[in-house]
């Protein structure tokens, strides 16, 4: 490849990435455009809707019980309050949902629903629980959350407007503070929820359902076309479709529901995969139906860019992969003549989300000042996801198909020992991958020291810290669970000979 095409190439790469990063500026801008006090429904129901809760649930035998607790604990009229435990579980989970549902059973209307063939993963649970609802409003809630009492009065009052289909709170994050990979996650969603769903909801954008702590209108299920499988953010998939029938979406940030972050690397990447291949598949199948439909111009726009911002996950390792070659011929040339193109580029591709993140921080966090000190380990570990999320990408453009692969929980307040034990998610040739990417980064930071080119080397280490840490770290967990599940397995066979 000559210097002219791999320096040409280099430079398109930078300018879709700076197009994206730009992109959270203009979220910031609608946010603090259409900031205002708190929503509050047009009026309130004289007499309060039935409404079902939906716990859909594989394999959480750490968690299921605080959920099913917390659940069962929502103010609302036990006569107009169904809930459904939508159990595919294969473990001892079973076991843990019907001895928690026959505790609750004489108290609430309350059903535990077993499936053994798991068709359609979440999505085919959904379903199959909602041929069985009889509740007009459908509240939804993953393993890993446990709803505040308060939350069917916070919400239900808002689909006193018909047009109104889904209701959709805020995440909160139970054990944040737990390690630096905690902290982090904790940043990004406070970002995608506090900034980017509350710019596009307010601003009359679509949004997206995410999946849980949100609540529908029956009525709009069905009318979208109900729940699908063919993708892995079925959430997503259902929420523009819904949308594109001209159902309202509302999104409520002072509405929080808690919920566990995952809190290991490895389970942290698994998530990210699902999300980002989801996410593709989705825009393969309805970027075209949304851009031809009657949605105003701006909700198409930005639909457009959230269905496709996860390529910038592809463009990233390529761009990270042409960086070497790149800093050889600057440095042959005039460097700062092309500093002058490329390093304001890099800027409006890397400063903007540091930008974007911080004022998450502010809304959200009176001790935001403390909280920033986070934000250069979200743009690295922001790099460091590159390698995971292109083979996401990858698999969503070829159609590679894969199952559902749940995020382990863990209960992390009281089963930090458990959580070495199941759950965990399987290995593969990724860490090794981003193991040497980041010797590559050593490599290029030290030329970039010894051409003198200290502008860049701030950034350089973004990128050489982001795949260090996802390497070393999901390693490091690979072998120290392994070791810790042979020992345990060792104990308790030796456990059942002298029971025997």
């Known amino acids: 490849m000559s210097r002219e095409i791999l320096l040409t190439f280099y430079f398109i790469t930078l300018c879709i990435l700076s197009i994206y990063g730009l992109h959270r500026y203009q979220l910031l801008h609608l946010y ?6 708190p929503q509050k429904p047009r009026k309130k129901f004289p007499s309060l809707p039935h409404v079902t809760i939906q716990l859909p649930i594989y394999n959480e035998m750490y968690v299921v019980e605080r959920l099913i607790d917390s659940v069962a604990a929502v103010d609302y009229p036990k006569d107009l309050l169904e809930i459904q435990v939508l159990d595919d579980s294969t473990d001892e989970t079973q076991k843990i949902c019907q001895k928690k549902v026959e505790e609750y059973q004489q108290k609430l209307n309350i059903h535990y629903i077993h499936r053994t063939n798991r068709e359609g993963f979440k999505a085919g649970a959904l379903a199959n629980g909602m041929q069985k609802a009889t509740g007009e409003f459908i509240a939804i809630f993953d393993a890993d959350f446990v709803p505040c009492k308060n939350f069917l009065h916070d919400t239900i009052h808002y689909f006193t407007d018909e047009k109104v289909g889904l209701i959709q709170a805020r995440w909160e994050h139970i054990n944040r503070d737990d390690s630096l990979l905690t902290q982090v996650q904790s940043i990004f969603l406070d970002g995608h929820f506090m900034i980017e769903q509350t710019a596009r909801n307010s601003s009359g954008r679509f949004f997206n359902f995410n999946g849980t702590a949100g609540i529908w ?15 892995l953010t079925e959430d997503m998939d259902l ?54 439909s009657k949605a105003p111009f701006k909700a198409k726009t930005e639909a457009f860019i959230q269905l496709t911002n996860n390529f910038v996950y592809l463009l990233m390792f390529v761009f990270s992969l042409l960086m070497f070659p790149a800093l050889i011929y600057r440095t042959q040339n005039d460097w700062y003549t ?56 990858l698999e969503a453009i070829f159609n590679h198909k894969t199952g559902f692969v749940r995020t382990p929980k863990y209960n992390a307040k009281n089963n930090k020992e458990k959580s070495s034990r199941r759950y965990k998610v399987k290995n593969n040739i990724l860490p090794y991958v981003e193991l040497a990417l980041a010797v590559y980064f050593c490599f290029i930071v030290h030329t970039a020291y010894k051409m003198q080119a200290y502008v860049a080397i701030p950034f350089l280490l973004l ?38």
């Not at 603090?32 to 006090?37: F, S």
């Not at 209108?217 to 993708?231: L, P, V």
């Not at 808690?258 to 995969?273: D, G, I, N, R, W």
């Open 32 to 37: 603090y455009k259409y900031k205002r006090p």
């Open 217 to 231: 209108r029956k009525e709009t299920i069905i009318d979208a076309g109900g729940w699908e499988h063919d993708t």
């Open 239 to 292: 929420s523009f479709r819904a949308q594109i029938k001209n159902w309202q979406f509302i999104f409520l940030p002072n509405v929080a529901a808690p919920a566990e972050l995952p809190m290991t690397v490895s389970a942290f990447k698994s998530q990210q995969h699902r999300w980002s291949k989801g996410t593709i598949q989705v825009c393969k199948k309805l970027l075209i139906p949304i851009l031809k």
């Open 338 to 393: 092309l500093l002058l193109i490329d390093l304001p580029l890099f800027i409006a591709a890397t400063i903007s989300i540091n930008s974007f993140y911080a004022a998450s921080q502010i809304e959200i966090h009176k001790n935001w000042l403390q909280r920033l000190k986070y934000l250069p380990f979200v743009t690295a570990i922001g790099i460091g996801l590159c390698v995971s999320n292109s083979k996401a990408v």
């Open 463 to 500: 990128f050489l810290y982001g795949y260090a840490y996802m390497a070393t770290i999901t390693l490091w967990e690979k072998f120290t669970i392994s070791h810790k599940n042979a020992h345990i397995e060792t104990g308790e066979v030796n456990q059942l000979k002298e029971a025997c």
